[in-house]
């Protein structure tokens, strides 16, 4: 079993920043992506960025130029988006998906509980 856990939300003053963390543990064997997305009371589930195996990053249009994945090469089970240039829009519910091999369990696809982040003065 996967288990995926994502932290650093919290209430930020628009033009403000945060970094936001996802950690993935258990029975992994290989991880092909992780990433991010956010939904908004009332909307649809969306894009914000996702970062492969090969390095190649997709982010959503809403958030190109502010928004930032990253993973250190120690701790490739770990990823961290940097959110800068915060707007009241970019209120959401972050959730982290990792999508990989288990030699246990096959191929996984697994998403967090979630982590909130509020912009507003």
Same mark, same amino acid.
């Not at 064997?29 to 909307?43: H, L």
């Not at 894009?47 to 809403?62: C, I």
């Not at 191929?107 to 967090?112: H, I, K, R, V």
């Given at each position: 079993?996967?288990? &995926?856990?994502?932290?650093? !939300? #919290?209430?930020?003053?628009? /033009?403000? =920043? ?6 993935? $543990? ?22 914000? &960025?996702?970062?492969?195996? !090969? #390095?190649?990053?997709?982010? /959503?249009? =809403? ?6 994945? $990253? ?28 999508? #990989? ?21």
């Amino acid at each position: 079993q996967v288990h &995926v856990v994502e932290s650093g !939300g #919290g209430l930020v003053q628009p /033009g403000g =920043s945060l970094r936001l963390s996802c950690v993935a $543990s258990g029975s992994i064997s290989s991880i092909d992506a992780m990433g991010w997305y956010r939904q908004a009371p009332g909307k649809q589930r969306e894009l914000v &960025v996702t970062l492969d195996s !090969g #390095g190649n990053r997709n982010y /959503g249009d =809403s958030v190109k130029g502010r928004f930032t994945i $990253s993973r250190t090469n120690a701790a490739k089970n770990t990823v961290y988006l940097q959110m800068n240039s915060l707007k009241p829009e970019d209120t959401a519910k972050y959730y982290c998906n990792v999508r #990989g091999y288990s030699d246990y369990a096959g191929g996984f696809d697994s998403w967090g509980q979630g982590t909130q982040v509020t912009v507003s003065s």
